[in-house]
């Protein structure tokens, strides 16, 4: 799986556009999170204050590093074994990926359009491809 150079620009054009806003993007996003599962709110131990700064965080990191992909692997297999400490199933993958595209388009507004959202899917799905297999398809 690989981003063209188009997606990489645009997911880390667009994610520099929501970081000044980063706090209210985090409340947007496990808001919407919990909409679509409110189980899943179990599984937070943390404010979702600090949660939502430790997902931000998370997310420029990986945004960051979306032009060195096999660095970001070993971050990916990491972050994923402490989600499964936490509890977290692969079918929870896909809420994460629609309360992302939902704070950004919330967060983006016009800017916000197909190509924008294709790229963020490519990204994600990436992501979570990664740490799926790593979590749920190995053995550590």
């Known amino acids: 799986m690989s981003l063209t150079t188009r997606q990489k620009q645009l997911v ?7 970081e000044p806003i980063a706090e209210q993007a985090a409340e947007i996003f496990y ?4 909409e679509y599962d409110p189980s899943l709110k179990a599984l937070f131990k943390n404010s979702i204050k600090s949660q939502g700064q430790k997902l931000m965080a998370t997310l420029k990191v990986a945004v960051n590093s979306l ?7 070993p971050v990916l297999h990491k972050l994923a074994e ?14 994460v ?8 388009k919330k967060g983006l507004g016009s800017e916000w359009n197909q190509e924008l959202r294709e790229a ?6 990436l992501v ?6 790593h979590a749920f398809n190995t053995r550590h």
Not at 12 to 18: C, I
Not at 67 to 73: E, F, I, R, Y
Not at 82 to 95: D, P
Not at 120 to 125: C, G, H, I, L
């Open 97 to 104: 990926g629609n309360a992302l595209l939902y704070t950004l």
């Open 120 to 125: 963020w899917v490519s990204v994600f799905r």
């Open 31 to 34: 808001t919407t999170l919990f």
């Open 128 to 133: 979570a491809t990664v740490m799926k297999s």
């Open 82 to 95: 402490r989600h499964v400490g936490y509890g977290v199933k692969a079918e929870h993958f896909t809420f």
């Open 12 to 18: 880390q054009q667009s994610f520099a556009k929501v």
């Open 67 to 73: 032009d060195d992909l096999d660095g970001l692997v």
